[in-house]
């Protein structure tokens, strides 16, 4: 099958497109499916360009990056139930900047009809990140307020829909640039990070997420109420030992299926919006993390059509 594979780490340059990488081999509980399209998104590049961070997330080389996908069941194992070959499927998955992927069927959501195939592709990773940033690192309830700095972005759009969906009372933090747009979520308010003005009369919180990280998120530690929850993507937060009444609790996401379904029927339906940026084909994965890398403002997807 053709792929792409990094062989060692690097700039986007490392990113090898090969015809000749054998096709996966399916177990009896697993799919294959024939990928549509996956995207870009920042762990990708940071795999790529650091060997600590491979590490971090259990990769070695020569390996294949991608965690979302898209696409066309080609064959199922004999212990599968609930899916045939033919039936369109997203998931969060691995290696699937290539042709071919093998999963298990236990991760893959139906694509709702009449959605697009290609577009469902910008929605696993973020969607489970934002979500679970939510639901399981901050634990939001019904009422609570929320703040989500980076809130336009494709991760922050979708934890916004997740706090709205649970009856959170909802803030949007972004750069001021991105005022106009961030309304346009149908938040409860908007707080423009960059502003130190508009920083310095900002409230508590009883939770913050945060898909920053860096100086923004020290500062936005100070207005989480005590008791109240961070909830951060990118690590230990610098000065959280000055906050010992408020818990951070870090994340990654994993899969969810369940979850995942709820997202794209959402997405389809018009309940929230994910811009995608544009479209590269597979062969071109490198000028694709490049051009995503750059804040793309949207989604940028891998064809492997």
Same mark, same amino acid.
């Given at each position: 099958?053709?792929a792409?594979?990094l062989e060692?780490?690097?700039?986007?340059?490392?990113?090898?497109?090969?015809?000749d990488?054998?096709? #996966?081999?399916?177990?009896?509980?697993?799919v294959?499916?024939?990928?549509?399209a996956?995207?870009?998104?920042?762990?990708?590049?940071?795999?790529?360009?650091?060997?600590?961070?491979?590490?971090?997330?259990?990769?070695?080389?020569?390996?294949?990056?991608?965690?979302?996908? &898209?696409?066309?069941?080609?064959?199922?194992g %004999?212990?599968?139930?609930?899916?045939?070959?033919?039936?369109?499927?997203?998931?969060?998955?691995?290696?699937?900047?290539?042709?071919? $992927? =093998?999963?298990?069927?236990?991760?893959?959501?139906?694509?709702?009809?009449?959605?697009?195939?290609?577009?469902?592709?910008?929605?696993? @990773?973020?969607?489970?990140?934002g979500?679970?940033?939510?639901?399981?690192?901050?634990?939001?309830e #019904?009422?609570?307020?929320?703040?989500?700095?980076?809130? =336009?972005?494709? $991760?922050? %759009?979708?934890a916004?829909?997740?706090?709205?969906?649970?009856g959170?009372?909802?803030?949007?933090?972004?750069?001021?640039?991105?005022?106009?747009?961030?309304?346009?979520?149908? $938040?409860?308010?908007?707080v423009?990070?960059?502003?130190?003005d508009?920083?310095?009369?900002l409230?508590?919180?009883?939770? !913050?997420?945060?898909t920053?990280?860096?100086? !923004?998120? =020290?500062?936005?530690?100070?207005?989480?109420?005590?008791?109240?929850?961070?909830?951060?993507? =990118?690590? #230990?937060?610098?000065?959280?030992?000055?906050? #010992?009444t408020?818990? !951070?609790?870090?994340?990654?996401?994993?899969?969810?299926?369940?979850?995942?379904?709820?997202?794209?029927?959402?997405?389809?339906?018009g309940?929230?919006?994910?811009?995608?940026?544009t479209?590269?084909? @597979?062969e071109?994965?490198?000028?694709?993390? &490049?051009?995503?890398?750059?804040?793309?403002?949207?989604?940028?997807?891998?064809?492997a059509?």
């Amino acid at each position: 099958m053709k792929a792409i594979v990094l062989e060692e780490f690097g700039g986007p340059e490392k990113l090898l497109y090969k015809t000749d990488v054998p096709d #996966p081999e399916i177990n009896d509980d697993e799919v294959l499916i024939a990928v549509a399209a996956s995207s870009i998104n920042p762990a990708d590049w940071k795999i790529r360009s650091s060997s600590q961070v491979a590490s971090m997330m259990g990769v070695s080389l020569p390996a294949i990056l991608g965690f979302d996908v &898209t696409g066309i069941v080609r064959a199922v194992g %004999r212990n599968v139930s609930g899916v045939t070959t033919g039936d369109r499927v997203v998931a969060l998955a691995k290696n699937t900047y290539a042709e071919l $992927v =093998t999963l298990p069927a236990s991760l893959i959501t139906h694509i709702p009809d009449g959605m697009d195939t290609v577009d469902a592709a910008a929605l696993p @990773l973020v969607a489970l990140t934002g979500d679970q940033l939510i639901r399981e690192a901050c634990q939001v309830e #019904p009422g609570q307020s929320v703040l989500i700095s980076g809130a =336009t972005g494709s $991760v922050g %759009r979708c934890a916004v829909h997740s706090a709205k969906s649970l009856g959170a009372k909802v803030f949007a933090g972004v750069r001021k640039k991105h005022i106009d747009e961030a309304k346009a979520l149908g $938040v409860d308010g908007v707080v423009a990070l960059d502003d130190e003005d508009a920083m310095q009369q900002l409230g508590r919180f009883d939770c !913050v997420a945060d898909t920053v990280g860096g100086a !923004v998120a =020290t500062t936005l530690l100070n207005h989480v109420r005590d008791g109240g929850v961070f909830g951060s993507l =990118t690590g #230990p937060v610098a000065g959280a030992e000055l906050h #010992p009444t408020v818990r !951070v609790a870090m994340m990654h996401a994993h899969p969810d299926s369940n979850r995942l379904k709820d997202f794209a029927e959402d997405l389809h339906s018009g309940k929230f919006s994910l811009p995608i940026a544009t479209r590269f084909s @597979l062969e071109d994965a490198g000028k694709a993390q &490049t051009f995503a890398e750059k804040d793309s403002g949207g989604k940028v997807l891998l064809l492997a059509l």
